[in-house]
Nanobody, 120 residues
Framework: VQLQASGGGLVQVGGSLRLSCVASGRTLTNYAVGWFRQAPGKERESVGG????????NYSDDAKGRFTVSRDNAKNTVYLRMTALKPEDTGVYYCAADEDPFRLPSTDNWGQGTQVTVSS
């Protein structure tokens, strides 16, 4: 499956963005999808994800209550809605997909990343 992440940009503190992860080559229905963030000088970290069942979502403690992951299988797309953005949310955001959600951090299926910059 090929993934294309988009929707990043420059936003002020407290603002919102919605990132999209569009899949091609395979239907995303069979895949769990995770969103990861890599800040400058830091390791990549998980911010949230969604299982094949759209009700199965998980979030990092920092993202909980501010970020929402959802999926539209008809559009073969998974979204990351981010609200109440903070400067520390700045980074490159990647989506990843795998049939096994526990394999997401080590999967081979990654999008190219989209930059999010939160300015204070």
């Amino acid at each position: 499956v090929q993934l294309q992440a988009s929707g990043g940009g420059l936003v002020q503190v407290g603002g919102s963005l919605r990132l999209s992860c569009v899949a091609s080559g395979r239907t995303l229905t069979n895949y769990a999808v995770g969103w990861f963030r890599q800040a400058p000088g830091k390791e990549r970290e998980s911010v949230g994800g969604i299982g094949q069942n759209a009700d199965a979502t998980n979030y990092s403690d920092d993202a909980k209550g501010r970020f929402t992951v959802s999926r539209d299988n008809a559009k073969n797309t998974v979204y990351l809605r981010m609200t109440a953005l903070k400067p520390e949310d700045t980074g490159v955001y990647y989506c990843a997909a795998d049939e096994d959600p526990f394999r997401l951090p080590s999967t081979d299926n990654w999008g190219q990343g989209t930059q999010v910059t939160v300015s204070s």
